[in-house]
């Protein structure tokens, strides 16, 4: 059964940092690309950033370039990402995507980000 659990979200500063997790189970994590996407109220779900399978490449959406880090840990099978110098606009719930298949998917439960002072 594949399972993706979101950690790591909460209430922070602008300008303030957190790390969020994924850990996958169910799957060969080290076969897979692995993204993180976030919702924000009243918007559609966007990408933030991508790894493939063996963490050589990544991508990230303009928004987050040069503070937002995603990295992966197969031992751990996990997910991260570090998400620095965050903004109010980067409040959101954030998920952690698994492509399965022809057009097949699985998100994780979400982890809530806000960004206030």
């Known amino acids: 059964q594949v399972q993706l659990v979101e950690s790591g979200g909460g209430l922070v500063q602008p300008g303030g940092s957190l790390r969020l997790s994924c850990a996958g189970s169910?799957?060969?994590?080290?076969?897979?690309?692995m993204s993180w996407y976030r919702q924000a109220p009243g918007k559609e779900r966007e990408l933030v950033a991508s790894?493939?399978?063996?963490?050589?490449?990544?991508n990230y959406a303009d928004s987050v370039k040069g503070r937002f880090t995603i990295s992966r840990d197969s031992a751990k099978n996990t997910v991260y990402l570090q998400m620095n110098s965050l903004k109010p606009e980067d409040t959101a719930v954030y998920y952690c995507?698994?492509?399965w298949g022809p057009g097949g998917v699985y998100w994780g439960q979400g982890t809530q980000v806000t960004v206030s002072s």
């Open positions: 169910g799957f060969t994590f080290n076969n897979y690309r």
């Open positions: 790894i493939t399978s063996g963490g050589i490449s990544t």
């Open positions: 995507k698994l492509p």
